[in-house]
């Protein structure tokens, strides 16, 4: 686990209280519902104070994947958990045969088991394969850190 300094927990809880993690969300998400090259822009101004609040692209980028693409258990338990600073979310893409080439990925998920679509937060799959430069991958600034898998 990344060890970061006081001050970056200090930024991490401003910027999340400030309500730029949902910006562009709806206002049922808790949302501004800003236009999103005005939360780009601004959020541009965040990422040049700290390297750390920049990553927060990452935890947008995988809260709003699980809005479009995940069931109301998912939205309710790691995307708006996202959009509220709580949790952080990466993207886990780049592996050490492809780089971040998508089509050359060689990890692959399989249902775990008779029962696998049983579980409350969506199917469960037995992973195998290497990924690497996960961004944002270890630190303790949040409660939790959602790994979406990228596979085939």
Request: negative net charge; glycine residues 10%.
């Amino acid at each position: 686990t990344v060890i970061l300094p006081q001050a970056t927990h200090e930024a991490h809880k401003a910027y999340a209280g400030s309500g730029m993690l949902s910006a562009a969300q709806d206002y049922d998400e808790g949302g501004m519902q800003l236009p999103y090259t005005i939360e780009a822009a601004a959020n541009c101004f965040f990422a040049m104070a700290s390297v750390s609040i920049g990553s927060s692209l990452l935890t947008k980028g995988n809260a709003n994947l699980l809005l479009v693409h995940g069931s109301e258990a998912q939205k309710a338990v790691f995307a708006r958990n996202e959009f509220s600073g709580r949790f952080a979310g990466t993207m886990c893409l780049s592996e050490p045969q492809a780089g971040s080439s998508l089509s050359d990925i060689t990890t692959r998920a399989v249902p775990d088991g008779d029962n696998f679509e049983a579980e409350p937060l969506g199917p469960r799959y037995r992973l195998t394969g290497n990924k690497m430069w996960i961004s944002s991958g270890e630190h303790e600034l949040t409660d939790n850190i959602i790994h979406p898998m990228y596979s085939a």
